[in-house]
């Protein structure tokens, strides 16, 4: 089992976070039109899994922001923004932020948390339990995971430069 920090407070996660190598785990998140999306729907894509905690918090906001002016250019990458968000509000996020780009879909886990749990960034305790820490994973068109990236500090960035440069190796 993992730890991160908040603020430098430890918080623990629940599962093992899948090394590079290791086939993806499957999971299931919601759309922002409800409908489910799963591993299987992205199969023979490079895909970019994203995990955090709420798009309505400053960092995440960013990283996602981030993630799609970096991934919108490329061809062949898939990014998916997981968060504990409503479907309804992550859409809305997209629309204030512009961001409707193909390469980057939103998924929330309101109904169903075999993201963060099979990917070991469940938050299983405190003020966040529920919700799920910051975290990257590129997954190759085969599902394999080749890059995990659990980030030390909850409201620290990901290395965006790091994720694109192995997502890029995939294409």
């Not at 995440?60 to 997981?82: D, S, W």
């Amino acid at each position: 089992m993992a730890q991160v920090t908040l603020k430098g407070n430890p918080v623990p996660l629940e599962g093992s976070i899948p090394k590079p190598g290791d086939k993806a785990p499957d999971f299931k998140v919601a759309k922002q039109d409800l409908s489910d999306i799963t591993l299987k729907d992205l199969a023979g894509k490079v895909k970019i899994l994203v995990a955090v905690p709420s798009l309505d918090t400053p960092v995440c906001a960013i990283e996602t922001k981030k993630f799609n002016e970096k991934v919108a250019k490329e061809n062949g990458i898939t990014t998916l923004i997981i968060s504990g968000d409503l479907p309804f509000a992550m859409k809305r996020f997209c629309t204030t932020e512009g961001i409707n780009s193909d390469n980057l879909i939103t998924g929330s886990q309101f109904k169903d948390f075999s993201f963060s749990k099979n990917y070991g960034t469940h938050i299983s305790s405190g003020p966040l339990a529920g919700l799920s820490a910051r975290a990257v994973f590129v997954v190759d068109k085969d599902d394999v995971v080749r890059y995990t990236e659990l980030v030390p500090e909850i409201g620290s960035e990901p290395n965006y430069d790091t994720v694109l440069a192995e997502a890029k190796k995939l294409v």
